[in-house]
């Protein structure tokens, strides 16, 4: 089963709390600049997360849902 991070771009300041605690390094920063000038979080590896929605409780800007797909 797969599970797709919807990270609302323009909210995440790039502090890289979600990148730090998941246990899967599913999520990593984006190279691409967002309209407020941060590097944003992205999905890197949907394959390998396993929803223990942690990133989500520690993202400091509520940017981050997780969904099945």
């Not at 323009?10 to 246990?23: A, H, Q, S, T």
């Not at 999520?27 to 396993?50: M, R």
């Not at 942690?54 to 993202?59: A, D, E, R, S």
Request: net charge negative; charged share 25%.
């Amino acid at each position: 089963m797969a599970y797709e991070h919807k990270i609302e771009i323009d909210r995440c300041k790039g502090c890289g709390l979600c990148v730090e605690v998941c246990p899967k390094n599913v999520l990593a920063i984006s190279d691409k600049v967002n309209t407020k000038g941060y590097f944003p979080a992205y999905q890197a590896k949907q394959e390998d997360c396993i929803f223990c929605s942690t990133c989500c409780i520690m993202c400091p800007d509520v940017a981050i849902i997780i969904i099945e797909t």
